[in-house]
Structures are given as structure tokens and as C-alpha cells.
């Protein structure tokens, strides 16, 4: 069985890597897991919540250990692709429900701040109007009470002109009575 190889270039060098078509023993796995372990630890991934590095390297490795399955029984490596296909496909669908409830919730916050403006909108509105009749009717209690001022001044006015003329009525009779007739 002939293996493929993975070409590259890294710092001006050519790298070649074969894959190995020999059966994995326990040792084998054991530095997998340290490595996976190593990576981990030196890209930083988060242990929990969602990690794009560490679903990464996961990947990586889960393809290596189906590599090795797959090279002592075949169909245990099938169907560990089909596993692996289909956990691949869930994660890309809950990636897109996600995505898609994320859109829905903001969304959802832009119309309430739209509904919260909108009804401190007509609140302002609707307290500008309360405004406006309460001067109105402060302003037709001024000038009633301008008015009902103005007639009370007038009659006061009256009754004093009719007093001094009552006084000076009063004033002529009495010097007509007091002065001696002749």
C-alpha cells in the first residue's frame, strides 16, 4: 500500500511528510494525546464555551486516529468518517441556528429601542399637549381675574366720583346753611 504525502515550504525549506501505513501500537497514542494536549496549550485554546482553535485541533487529530483505525480495520474507519461527517454537518448546522438567533435577538433589541423611542415619542408628545391646555387655562383664569379687577376698579372709581359729588353737594349745602343769610 502506497501512502500519500503532504508537500510544503516553510522558511525557504521544501517538507515532505509520508503518511505511514504501519499499525499504530499504544505508545503511539499516548504521544498523539500529548502532542494534542501540547497544541492545545501553546494555541491557547479555551477549555470550555466555544473554541475555534480547539475545534481545529480536535479535527486534526480525530482525522489521525481514524488514519490509524483505518490502517487495522477498514470499516471501523468508514464508519468512523461517517461519524465524524455527520458531527461535522451538526456542528455547521447549529453554527448557522446560532448565527441565524443572534441576527433574530438583535433584531428583536433594534425594535424594542425602536418601540421605546417611538412611545417616549408620543409620551413627549402627549405631555406637550397637557402643557398646552394648562397654560391656556392659566391664561384664561389671568385674564378673568384681569377682567373682574378692571370692573371692580371701575365701580370703585365710581363710587368715589359719586362720593365727592355727594361731598361737595354735602359741602355747598352746609355753607349755604351756615353762612348768614343777609
Not at 119 to 147: F, H, I, P, Y
Not at 148 to 153: A, D, H, L, N, S
Request: net charge positive; glycine share 4%.
Amino acid at each position: 500500500m502506497k501512502g500519500r504525502s503532504l508537500k510544503w515550504a516553510e522558511e525557504g525549506q521544501q517538507w515532505v511528510q509520508q503518511v505511514s501505513s504501519a499499525p499504530c501500537t499504544r505508545t503511539d497514542v499516548v504521544q498523539l494525546q500529548g502532542q494534542l494536549d501540547g497544541l492545545l496549550q501553546q494555541r491557547q485554546a479555551r477549555e470550555t464555551g466555544i473554541c475555534p482553535v480547539r475545534r481545529e485541533l480536535y479535527s486534526q487529530f480525530f482525522d489521525e486516529l481514524i488514519r490509524q483505525v483505518t490502517i487495522n480495520c477498514a470499516e471501523r474507519g468508514v464508519l468512523l468518517m461517517r461519524v465524524r461527517d455527520e458531527i461535522r454537518m451538526t456542528l455547521a448546522a447549529d453554527q448557522t441556528l446560532y448565527e441565524s438567533s443572534t441576527a433574530f435577538g438583535v433584531r428583536k433589541a433594534l425594535q424594542a429601542a425602536q418601540g421605546k423611542a417611538d412611545m417616549e415619542t408620543r409620551e413627549k408628545r402627549d405631555l406637550q399637549q397637557q402643557l398646552n391646555e394648562q397654560k391656556a387655562k392659566c391664561e384664561a383664569v389671568e385674564k378673568r381675574a384681569l377682567e373682574r379687577r378692571q370692573t371692580e376698579e371701575q365701580k370703585h372709581s365710581e363710587e368715589i366720583q359719586f362720593l365727592k359729588r355727594t361731598n361737595q353737594q354735602l359741602k355747598a349745602q352746609l355753607e349755604v346753611t351756615i353762612t348768614p343769610k343777609k
